[in-house]
């Protein structure tokens, strides 16, 4: 028998029922992921396992290297049984990390399968999991279907046509899948290609981008394109806050230079990034949707590997570095003029845990609940013990009542297990203080707060 059970993570009964009674059949709103939605509107089926587990998972490939595979039998040629081998024999090593609980719980949910995966067993489970991904049950759509999934939000360049939204919003499937607007290459002035890219951007909009003001025109109109497609939030990928306010003179020279070639500096850079940041959270927020910042990455540190494989293919890792000041100047810039949308807050790095925590209650609003969000445990951190700490920082310093919860972050559809591993961990927390008489058995309180993290919360803050 595997280790999935009725009772896996939750300790005692109190955890049990908020679990059973209110956490497990809540619906799921993914509102931050990475799929592909092309995938959703063909409803791909996958020839096997290899496929939908190994393709473009950097977090299983990562730990493949850690266990001495060779690239080949990763990312390479060598066949999907191979690999998938490779993978099932390094996972008994992974004790203690979150991949043994998520494989395990996409073995139980999606194929019914209850043992444990390991070399021994990896034939078995292949064979069993090919046969089913071949059933009429197992395409993307009855995988999402299936998962009680109610809202997708895919991440999506502002040059996108978004074609493949529009064909699933014609095609009547009733899941929302909402196009997420992630204008990084506008933003990223000292990143190579920005040149090229304002060119693309020019492109799309049908009209030539001369100066700062035409950059903020086209962002303006395909953010309004995107918004007429059911957007529900933008998505700001950083290496880290910045703020580095200068004069709209100053910031035009700076992209004329990049536009003509020239070197930008960090200073340079800075300025340029605060002008168009603070622009766009204006914009998002006359929008009414919601504005996601996601800091604190190092990117593509293995320059052999970057150039041999590219980006978001596991060579990343955390950033310490402090932007409590440039997060609190940037938002109080936003505030001050009225215009500071709904804001979630992620950093890769742990130790901003409690710093954030406490910028949430600086600037709070009317608008919603919990206006401004401390995201879930991202990337790195979506583990047991780093969910368990943000759940419980936010707690310490917040509301965590009124938390939106869980997302996916994949770019996998059979990750939406790692919605319910999430409810167990909070429903394990919440048990133990409840149990602990930290907070009263008030079970008409506990099923609003476990279902309100769970989806009601999110429900309400994307407007759906």
């Known amino acids: 028998m595997g280790i999935i059970n009725d009772t896996f993570m939750l300790k005692n009964k109190t955890a049990q029922k908020l679990f059973s009674e209110y956490a497990k059949d809540m619906p799921i709103i993914d509102y931050h992921c990475h799929i592909n939605p092309k995938e959703i509107y063909e409803d791909r089926k996958f020839d096997n396992i290899t496929q939908v587990w190994l393709g473009g998972d950097h977090y299983k490939w990562r730990l493949m290297r850690s266990n001495g ?8 040629d060598a066949d999907d049984y191979t690999k998938f081998l490779r993978f099932a024999e390094m996972l008994p090593k992974a004790i203690g990390n979150p991949m043994y609980h998520w494989c395990h719980l996409e073995l139980k949910r999606y194929f019914g399968y209850d043992g444990i995966l390991n070399a021994d067993t990896a034939k078995d489970v292949y064979e069993l999991c090919n046969s089913k991904l071949k059933g009429g049950d197992m395409s993307v759509r009855s995988i999402i279907k299936k998962s009680n999934v109610k809202m997708i939000g895919t991440t999506d360049d502002p040059t996108d046509d978004l074609c493949w939204h529009k064909k699933i919003k014609e095609d009547g499937f009733d899941v ?8 990084d290459k506008a933003v990223n002035i000292d990143k190579p290609g920005f040149a090229d890219y304002i060119r693309k951007l020019s492109e799309v909009c049908k009209t030539e981008i001369t100066n700062l003001d035409g950059v903020k025109k086209a962002l303006s109109k395909r953010l309004d394109y995107f918004c007429e497609l059911g957007c529900r939030a933008t998505d ?10 200068a004069t709209g003179f100053a910031v035009d020279g700076i992209f004329q230079k990049a536009l003509g070639g020239g070197h930008i500096t960090k200073h340079e850079a800075d300025m340029y990034k605060t002008e168009i940041m603070l622009f766009l959270g204006e914009i998002i927020a006359e929008k009414g949707i919601v504005m996601q910042l996601h800091y604190g990455a190092q990117r593509n540190t293995n320059t052999k590997m970057f150039e041999k494989l590219g980006a978001d293919t596991g060579f990343d890792c955390v950033s310490v570095r402090n932007c409590g000041e440039a997060l609190t100047g940037f938002l109080n810039a936003l505030e001050v003029k009225g215009k500071l949308p709904k804001t979630i807050i992620y950093s890769l790095n742990a130790g901003d845990d409690r710093m954030i925590d406490t910028v949430l209650g600086c600037f709070q609003g009317t608008e919603a609940a919990g206006k401004i969000q401390h995201g879930s445990a991202w ?23 009124n938390f939106v919860g869980m997302l996916t972050d994949s770019r996998s559809f059979l990750s939406y297990t790692r919605h319910e591993y999430f409810r167990r961990i909070l429903c394990g927390i919440i ?4 149990e602990n008489g930290e907070y009263p058995a008030d079970f008409a309180a506990l099923k609003e707060i476990i279902e309100g993290i769970s989806y009601n919360n999110a429900k309400k803050y994307f407007g759906l």
């Open 236 to 245: 700001h990928g950083l290496d880290y806050v910045v703020y580095e306010p």
């Open 431 to 434: 048990g133990e203080w409840v």
């Open 176 to 183: 929302l899948v909402a196009p997420t607007f992630r204008p």
């Open 379 to 401: 990337w790195f951190n979506d583990t047991k013990s780093g969910m368990e700490a943000q759940i419980k920082s936010l707690a310490d310093l917040s509301l965590l009542g």
């Open 69 to 76: 595979v060779s690239e080949d039998e990763i990312t390479g």
